[in-house]
């Protein structure tokens, strides 16, 4: 009867999560998409050692990600227990061959469980605390299926309670396989003991099913609950881009009007059309809410949440699963789609509001521990709604016109790109035909960077400290035209490969031996996604080149006697997206009598200055403005200069700070300015103190 009782528990339970699997697997496949190998095997294994058993991300946040480490590995060291569990069934005194005897097989198996249950108190205590009822939407649990999590909890916590009192049972009836150094059951024991032999061994008999009934009805719960993740995670990582930092976009379609057919479909518009990998993002989202927490859109007030957008296409891949994976008489014999689901993900389950509020700052996949790739599922639905229903923010129009009609966002056109130069003192080198084997640097100034005010102002403090360390540098001039950044990330995908194309030619041509940018977008653009359009070049930002250049005293000793509190703002595309940190930090602390303080956000958990995803050139009319919110989180720091090394973030920052010293809210001494600025005002004022 013992052993019928627990292997028929077993039995149901593998058969419906074995269908569940099955089906779970169907639904992800039918996805599109290789399902090559989307990274090496080297960096496969270094993210599983890394994300999965070391735990790297869930950490970042110590007393939860210590909850959940315990938890993981309490996962993983009581499979043991398990298998003495279903051993039991057959043997009372059943022993693991070789280990099942060893102290310290008890110590571990006792010390994780107790472990797990001090874990489970932690996330109780976790959620009660940031409960939704209390914080409301500043809640990271907002949105999220609470009723499932607490479930979750409950179960974890019978698995363990069901094992320390069979355990403590079989101690009392003598068929414990362990001596004293699994101190949790013998407490256990010691509390049952007085209950009798006979009555321990009834316990025993009893518990023991419990346990593999409590564990069996979890195994069906997590295949048919959020947390799924327990096994689809290891694989979502396993198959997550794996670049330096969070790299180029994931998908970049064929654009080639000479090679497109009139059924030609571009990004995402229905649940369909979304690749293997990204159903799989769906299905694996823990609803933790860390990407809800980071993101600027929500956290100032806007309707975007990544784990709420996430969690709704997950429903709505769910509720069109019928079609996606209703079998068929394939002649290969496999199962497939027969028709397609005809629901348009825009606005029927995405709002446009919520698609338009993204900045594409990356922090929610930063966050995200298990590398859901949040930006890409948001810009392919962009790429659908501009390429395929011509439906976006009217306000970016004159911008997409502005990018293909005149090479810039503003429509200034190419007469302008060489303005800057006439403020200098000195002659620049425009490039022409060839770039000279004397010049070392092509320096990419950027549309920002050539023909906004405040942009060339950083243009220009960037050539006066390359000329005052006899860097030899050239520009493009009237040549450079737009790297089609903000055309890509609005979802022009179109007129993003046209610019790319140009730039491309452009540069393959004069080959040039290194290429400097100052602008965050332009250089992630030209180092990071021209690649996959045939444009390989070596890019540096330029405050990699000035921390450089200080660390070998290419300026001599800057002591301007200005004694400053500097707080630097991380842009997202200079940050995050390449992890660029210590090189605009130290440059500035190269500067004497100058002090550099952190805003709350910094690095990695930087807060986007609302530029990103061409959001620079649409209207925030709802909730506070991004720019508004990073400003007062740097004017928190009590700061002189708030600097920054992107001219978005530089536009974004200082209409921010002047908003706020407008209404009173900050002094009018504070400014905000580039790397670059600050450190060539600081030479300057450092030579004429030297005169």
Same mark, same amino acid.
């Given at each position: 009867?013992?052993?019928?009782?627990?292997?028929?528990?077993?039995?149901?339970?593998?058969?419906?999560?074995?269908?569940?699997?099955?089906?779970?697997?169907?639904?992800?496949?039918?996805?599109?998409?290789?399902?090559?190998?989307?990274?090496?095997?080297?960096?496969?294994?270094?993210?599983?050692?890394?994300?999965?058993?070391?735990?790297?991300?869930?950490?970042?946040?110590?007393?939860?990600?210590?909850?959940?480490?315990?938890?993981?590995?309490?996962?993983?060291?009581?499979?043991?227990?398990?298998?003495?569990?279903?051993?039991?069934?057959?043997?009372?005194?059943?022993?693991?061959?070789?280990?099942?005897?060893?102290?310290?097989?008890?110590?571990? !198996? *006792?010390?994780?469980?107790?472990?797990?249950?001090?874990?489970?108190?932690?996330?109780?205590?976790?959620? #009660?605390?940031?409960?939704?009822?209390?914080?409301?939407?500043?809640?990271?649990?907002?949105?999220?299926?609470?009723?499932?999590?607490?479930?979750?909890?409950?179960? #974890?916590?019978?698995?363990?309670?069901?094992?320390?009192?069979?355990?403590?049972?079989?101690?009392?009836?003598?068929?414990?396989?362990?001596?004293?150094?699994?101190?949790?059951?013998?407490?256990?024991?010691?509390?049952?003991?007085?209950? /009798?032999?006979?009555?321990?061994?009834?316990?025993?008999?009893?518990?023991?099913?419990?346990?593999?009934?409590?564990?069996?009805?979890?195994?069906?719960?997590?295949?048919?609950?959020?947390?799924?993740?327990?096994?689809?995670?290891?694989?979502?990582?396993?198959?997550?881009?794996?670049?330096?930092?969070?790299?180029?976009?994931?998908?970049?379609?064929?654009?080639?009007?000479?090679?497109?057919?009139?059924?030609?479909?571009?990004?995402?518009?229905?649940?369909?059309?979304?690749?293997?990998?990204?159903?799989?993002?769906?299905?694996?989202?823990?609803?933790?809410?860390?990407?809800?927490?980071?993101?600027?859109?929500?956290?100032?007030?806007?309707?975007?949440?990544?784990?709420?957008?996430?969690?709704?296409?997950?429903?709505?891949?769910?509720?069109?699963?019928?079609?996606?994976?209703?079998?068929?008489?394939?002649?290969?014999?496999?199962?497939?789609?027969?028709?397609?689901?005809?629901?348009?993900?825009?606005?029927?389950?995405?709002?446009?509001?919520?698609?338009?509020?993204?900045?594409?700052?990356?922090?929610?996949?930063?966050?995200?521990?298990?590398?859901?790739?949040?930006?890409?599922?948001?810009?392919?639905?962009?790429?659908?709604?501009?390429?395929?229903?011509?439906?976006?923010?009217?306000?970016?129009?004159?911008?997409?016109?502005? #990018?293909?009609?005149?090479?810039?966002?503003?429509?200034?056109?190419?007469?302008?790109?060489?303005?800057?130069?006439?403020?200098? *003192?000195?002659?620049?080198?425009?490039?022409?035909?060839?770039?000279? !084997?004397?010049?070392?640097?092509?320096?990419?100034?950027?549309?920002?960077?050539?023909?906004?005010?405040?942009?060339?102002?950083?243009?220009?403090?960037?050539?006066?400290?390359?000329?005052?360390?006899?860097?030899?540098?050239?520009?493009?001039?009237?040549?450079?035209?737009?790297?089609?950044?903000?055309?890509?990330?609005?979802?022009?995908?179109?007129?993003?490969?046209?610019?790319?194309?140009?730039?491309?030619?452009?540069?393959?041509?004069?080959?040039?031996?290194?290429?400097?940018?100052?602008?965050?977008?332009?250089?992630?653009?030209?180092?990071?996604?021209?690649?996959?359009?045939?444009?390989?070049?070596?890019?540096?930002?330029?405050?990699?080149?000035?921390?450089?250049?200080?660390?070998?005293?290419?300026?001599?000793?800057?002591?301007?006697?200005?004694?400053?509190?500097?707080?630097?703002? *991380?842009?997202?595309?200079? /940050?995050?997206?390449?992890?660029?940190?210590?090189?605009?930090?130290?440059?500035?602390?190269?500067?004497?009598?100058?002090?550099?303080?952190?805003?709350?956000?910094?690095?990695?958990?930087?807060?986007?200055?609302?530029?990103?995803?061409?959001?620079?050139?649409?209207?925030?009319?709802? /909730?506070?403005?991004?720019?508004?919110?990073?400003?007062?989180?740097?004017?928190?720091?009590?700061? *002189?200069?708030?600097?920054?090394?992107?001219?978005?973030?530089?536009?974004?920052?200082?209409?921010?700070?002047?908003?706020?010293?407008?209404?009173?809210?900050?002094?009018?001494?504070?400014?905000?300015?580039?790397?670059?600025?600050?450190?060539?005002?600081?030479?300057?004022?450092?030579?004429?103190?030297?005169?």
């Amino acid at each position: 009867m013992r052993i019928a009782i627990g292997l028929g528990i077993t039995a149901i339970a593998i058969l419906f999560a074995g269908r569940r699997i099955l089906f779970l697997f169907r639904l992800v496949k039918s996805g599109t998409g290789s399902f090559a190998r989307r990274s090496t095997v080297t960096s496969q294994i270094e993210a599983e050692l890394v994300e999965v058993l070391g735990q790297k991300k869930l950490l970042k946040k110590l007393v939860p990600g210590l909850a959940h480490f315990f938890t993981f590995w309490g996962f993983l060291v009581l499979l043991a227990t398990v298998l003495e569990a279903y051993g039991t069934l057959f043997k009372n005194n059943f022993a693991i061959p070789f280990i099942g005897h060893d102290s310290w097989l008890g110590f571990l !198996e *006792d010390f994780f469980s107790t472990s797990v249950l001090l874990a489970l108190i932690a996330f109780a205590a976790i959620r #009660i605390q940031n409960s939704p009822s209390r914080k409301m939407k500043s809640s990271r649990f907002y949105g999220s299926h609470l009723g499932a999590a607490w479930l979750v909890l409950v179960s #974890i916590a019978l698995v363990v309670v069901t094992l320390l009192i069979y355990r403590g049972a079989q101690i009392n009836d003598g068929s414990f396989p362990f001596g004293h150094f699994a101190f949790a059951s013998y407490l256990t024991a010691n509390a049952i003991a007085p209950l /009798g032999i006979s009555a321990n061994k009834v316990l025993e008999a009893i518990f023991v099913e419990m346990n593999i009934a409590v564990i069996m009805a979890f195994l069906v719960f997590v295949t048919y609950s959020k947390h799924l993740h327990i096994f689809a995670a290891p694989i979502n990582i396993a198959f997550s881009r794996r670049p330096n930092a969070l790299g180029a976009l994931a998908t970049t379609p064929n654009m080639d009007p000479e090679t497109l057919t009139e059924d030609a479909s571009f990004g995402v518009g229905k649940i369909q059309d979304f690749s293997w990998k990204q159903l799989l993002d769906l299905v694996t989202c823990t609803e933790c809410g860390r990407c809800q927490e980071q993101c600027p859109a929500w956290n100032t007030g806007k309707a975007l949440s990544p784990k709420l957008l996430i969690t709704d296409l997950r429903d709505h891949l769910f509720s069109q699963a019928n079609i996606l994976v209703k079998p068929t008489n394939n002649l290969d014999g496999e199962l497939g789609p027969t028709t397609r689901a005809a629901t348009q993900l825009v606005p029927d389950v995405i709002s446009k509001e919520v698609l338009w509020s993204c900045t594409t700052c990356g922090a929610c996949v930063q966050a995200c521990p298990v590398d859901i790739e949040h930006v890409d599922a948001i810009i392919d639905m962009r790429r659908y709604q501009v390429l395929m229903e011509s439906d976006f923010p009217s306000e970016a129009s004159s911008m997409l016109r502005n #990018i293909e009609n005149f090479g810039d966002p503003w429509g200034l056109g190419q007469r302008h790109r060489l303005d800057w130069v006439t403020e200098l *003192d000195f002659e620049v080198m425009v490039v022409t035909d060839e770039i000279p !084997e004397s010049i070392e640097y092509l320096f990419w100034v950027g549309c920002a960077g050539a023909l906004d005010e405040r942009a060339r102002k950083v243009t220009q403090s960037i050539a006066r400290l390359l000329h005052r360390a006899n860097v030899g540098f050239a520009v493009l001039g009237p040549k450079e035209t737009c790297t089609g950044d903000p055309a890509r990330r609005l979802g022009n995908e179109y007129l993003y490969q046209t610019q790319a194309a140009q730039n491309i030619e452009t540069l393959n041509a004069l080959k040039p031996k290194k290429i400097i940018a100052s602008c965050a977008h332009c250089f992630n653009s030209i180092a990071n996604e021209y690649k996959d359009l045939g444009g390989n070049f070596e890019v540096i930002h330029h405050t990699q080149l000035l921390n450089t250049l200080t660390k070998a005293s290419a300026f001599g000793s800057i002591a301007s006697g200005m004694a400053e509190r500097i707080t630097f703002h *991380d842009p997202c595309y200079l /940050g995050r997206h390449n992890r660029i940190f210590a090189d605009p930090r130290g440059a500035l602390s190269s500067i004497d009598n100058t002090s550099l303080v952190e805003m709350s956000r910094n690095k990695e958990q930087s807060f986007c200055c609302g530029a990103g995803g061409a959001r620079m050139w649409l209207e925030e009319s709802v /909730g506070t403005r991004v720019n508004s919110a990073r400003i007062d989180q740097g004017l928190a720091t009590t700061p *002189d200069v708030i600097a920054t090394a992107c001219p978005y973030c530089l536009i974004m920052l200082d209409d921010g700070l002047k908003a706020k010293q407008t209404d009173g809210l900050a002094s009018d001494q504070i400014m905000v300015l580039d790397v670059a600025q600050v450190l060539d005002r600081a030479i300057t004022a450092s030579n004429q103190d030297k005169l």
